[in-house]
């Protein structure tokens, strides 16, 4: 299954896929295309956001489709996140289908009224008959010095809300489908993207489908220890594996693709088999969805880790915009290494 496949720059694409005839595009080409074919197939979706008209157009994920489909339908917003949130919520409740893009995730907490008391709650407050179709598009991850402001991952904050679903797509594949799906699904979507994998490239059939929400996939299969990686984590997880394959580690890495709902059920016939789990997110640990995660498995049974899991989180600090201080903050092929070596060797 190509789809299945991660693509850290292209030579590596071009050696695989593209030799077997297989389209490739890059992430934020993959979401582009969803947004056309979205447009273009059901004239109640619109984009709504700053800067999606701009020539940049979101990291070149918006670039083009104002001038395909017109400012009432791709249409830039003042610097006023908790009224446009709003008005966007108000957008999917009378059958409009907005797709709303916080280029930073950091400012979304000027809008947690709407989003978690009422475009989270109103299908469930009127008895199932008014859904709220809004998908809210916002970017986490290491910036270029972005700081403490303009680059955390808080896509844990919003598992905790009941009526939202999470997304955090890895690959190109699943970004189109995830965002069909999620446009489609009738309830509000939290979508979530990391700007480092925006270049990465991966098959990507040309027609409309769908990935289905809630289903996480098995990037490689192995029988040592269970890695579950979260987004741009998954690419530093392969990484690792190929590393630790040559220390005789044989890495299963599993991809939720979603984090609410979460796919327990892959996760632990996962752990089942290997009996040792690391858990590398892009995001803080405490309170995170690394130690829902871990909770789960122990709710599961006390006795099917053969080795205490460990996790590979963001320190619990602000993060810091010296280029020196940011490498030791952020995490990756290094500290998933080490993660699964401590748990090799500790039973």
């Known amino acids: 299954m190509p789809w299945t496949k991660v693509y850290i720059d292209k030579n590596e694409f071009e050696n695989t896929l593209a030799k077997d005839g297989l389209r490739g595009v890059s992430y934020k080409a993959a979401l582009n295309e969803a947004h056309t074919q979205l447009l273009e197939q059901d004239s109640n979706v619109f984009v709504i956001g700053e800067g999606v008209d701009d020539p940049g157009g979101v990291f070149g994920s918006t670039s083009g489709l104002c001038e395909r489909f017109g400012k009432d339908r791709v249409m830039d917003i003042p610097i006023a996140e908790n009224g446009l949130t709003g008005i966007a919520m108000g957008a999917a409740v009378v059958g409009m289908k907005p797709i709303f893009v916080h280029m930073r995730m950091d400012f979304l907490p000027m809008c947690m009224d709407q989003i978690v008391n009422h475009a989270a709650k109103w299908h469930y407050m009127t008895g199932g008959n008014v859904n709220v179709p809004l998908v809210i598009r916002s970017i986490i991850g290491r910036g270029w010095g972005s ?108 991809d939720p693709r979603t984090i609410k709902p979460l796919d327990m059920d892959l996760i632990l016939e996962s752990v089942e088999k290997t009996g040792r789990l690391v858990i590398a997110d892009v995001g803080g640990g405490f309170g995170g969805i690394s130690a829902e995660i871990g909770a789960s498995i122990l709710e599961k049974s006390h006795t099917l880790l053969k080795a205490p899991l460990q996790r590979v989180c963001l320190p619990d600090t602000p993060t810091p915009a010296s280029p020196v201080l940011e490498a030791a903050y952020y995490h990756g092929e290094d500290q998933i290494v080490e993660a699964v070596m401590k748990t090799m060797n500790a039973g």
């Open 147 to 254: 700081a403490a402001q303009h680059s955390q991952a808080l896509h844990s904050l919003f598992i905790q809300i009941p009526g939202l679903k999470v997304v955090m797509p890895s690959t190109p594949y699943d970004v189109k489908g995830l965002l069909i799906s999620s446009v489609n699904d009738g309830n509000p979507v939290m979508f979530i993207e990391h700007r480092w994998i925006y270049d990465y490239i991966g098959y990507v059939p040309e027609e409309v489908y769908e990935v289905p929400i809630g289903e996480g996939i098995v990037r490689r299969k192995g029988n040592d220890v269970t890695v579950v990686a979260l987004s741009q984590m998954v690419y530093e997880t392969i990484k690792a594996a190929k590393s630790l394959e040559t220390k005789g580690v044989d890495v299963e890495i599993v």
